[in-house]
């Protein structure tokens, strides 16, 4: 069937007239990739279906969230299932008190856990209770990693800021953006002269321990290591931002992957089953701090929402599963290898990086480590290949600075459509 994009078309130009760019988050826009975006009406499974009518493998997985696919019956049930109770009641639930707890046999490293309703809000609240307890405002970020839209955090980060070229955003005041010093992704030695430098007044280290928005870096050896051991000498939290990572990469996320223990955890994604969710969790004398049992503020009016709960604790259970990342692993590594083995004999230079079930495929010949190295890929053939793929029925991320996501519903002829949809692809581009 022809690719179609009247309706999609039409919707943009009408959602333009109410909503900023006409989306609610900026990358939605296609603004890196030109085209039209599509609206999406429904997923099931591997697959989701646009206003036209087109259907796609999608890679995009609502950014990370979906490790089972859309849809799936366990978790669509869960949720009807908590609807029927009761939608919001402001008030404690059991769910709140079971997923702290499965969430805790995965990361060994949380004595205690809040739940919030996004990414964004869990790195705010886990950097002001950070500094809360060690008394210090200074915190140490790291050059295209991206920890949300707070302030403060919106100095050089990656994702849609990098992608739409504002890594730094207007509106955020500079004496608040001078409190977060800027480090390079995998080198400690930038990290050092920080700590030096700034002696006694850093909060706090926060750091993406697999990056994932500026493409997928993996950590190089000895890096969170050296982290760790930094922010001990220095008497700093080191923060891992598992947002993306955390039940996705391993069960216990990157931390159970390169033996780590940090201070305190950022989750998201995963953990709310595709609904709104954000959690930060840590070491007990830490998470004390945090009203009402320290003076440190944080609070939520839907925080711990019944149907987030209940869809993020399905979500889990499937995860708990045996054999669930090795099966995540396999698929992930075939993909990896056909996209590769097609670039080759495309004569396409283009870079794998991957870590589990996320990837990125940077179009360039040299090694990605970094934000220097990322950004040295080429954008415009990103774009063009981006497009070609959608006409084919493959969603990938609007941007070449984002992860691929693997899910349990994907199949192996999934793999081999995408990868058949490549080779395709390559050859429409060459010209
Ligand atoms: N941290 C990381 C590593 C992320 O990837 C994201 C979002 O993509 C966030 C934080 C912010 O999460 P949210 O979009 O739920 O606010």
């Not at 210090?136 to 990693?145: A, L, N, P, Q, S």
């Not at 609904?275 to 839907?302: F, H, N």
């Not at 209940?310 to 990896?336: D, V």
Request: hydrophobic residues 40%; proline residues 4%.
């Amino acid at each position: 069937m022809a690719y179609r994009q009247a309706r999609s078309k039409m919707l943009f130009a009408e959602a333009v007239k109410h909503i900023p760019g006409g989306v609610d988050s900026p990358v939605r826009a296609f603004g890196a990739v030109g085209g039209a975006c599509p609206f999406i009406v429904r997923g099931k499974g591997s697959r989701i279906w646009d206003e036209d009518g087109n259907e796609y493998i999608d890679t995009v997985c609502s950014w990370g969230p979906l490790i089972h696919g859309h849809a799936p019956s366990e978790v669509v049930a869960a949720i009807k299932k908590a609807a029927e109770l009761g939608t919001s009641f402001g008030a404690s639930t059991r769910a709140e008190v079971e997923l702290a707890k499965l969430i805790k046999k995965a990361f060994r490293s949380i004595d205690l856990i809040r739940f919030v309703n996004s990414g964004t809000e869990a790195t705010m609240s886990a950097l002001r209770l950070a500094r809360g307890y060690t008394g210090r405002d200074k915190i140490v970020k790291f050059i295209g990693c991206y920890h949300g839209h707070a302030d403060g955090l919106l100095v050089k980060a990656g994702s849609g800021a990098l992608t739409l070229g504002v890594p730094s955003s207007p509106g955020v005041p500079a004496a608040y953006a001078r409190q977060t010093l800027l480090a390079q992704y995998n080198d400690l030695d930038s990290v050092k002269r920080i700590f030096k430098k700034h002696k006694g007044e850093i909060a706090a280290v926060i750091v993406e321990p697999v990056a994932g928005n500026m493409g997928v870096i993996p950590p190089a050896d000895g890096f969170l290591e050296g982290l760790r051991k930094l922010t001990k000498r220095y008497g700093a939290i080191l923060i891992f931002d598992e947002i993306i990572t955390g039940f996705r990469v391993a069960l216990g996320g990157a931390q159970e992957l390169y033996k780590i223990k940090p201070d305190l955890t950022c989750l998201g994604k995963i953990i709310g089953g595709g609904l709104p969710v954000g959690a930060y969790g840590g070491r007990k004398d830490i998470m004390e701090k945090i009203s009402p049992l320290g003076g440190v503020y944080q609070a939520g009016t839907l925080s711990g929402n019944p149907l987030a709960m209940a869809a993020g604790l399905a979500t889990l259970k499937m995860l708990f599963r045996k054999g669930i990342y090795k099966e995540l692993n396999e698929k992930s590594t075939a993909l990896e290898k056909g996209i590769r083995e097609a670039a080759q004999s495309a004569g396409q230079s283009l870079r794998i990086n991957r870590v589990g079930s996320m990837q990125t495929w940077f179009f360039t010949d040299k090694e990605v480590s970094d934000y220097k190295s990322a950004t040295a890929s080429d954008t415009k053939k990103f774009a063009k290949f981006f497009n070609a793929m959608l006409r084919r029925g493959v969603y990938l991320p609007p941007s070449q600075f984002e992860a691929i996501f693997v899910s349990t519903a994907h199949t192996k002829k999934d793999i081999d459509f995408i990868v058949s949809a490549e080779k395709e692809a390559f050859d429409e581009i060459k010209n």
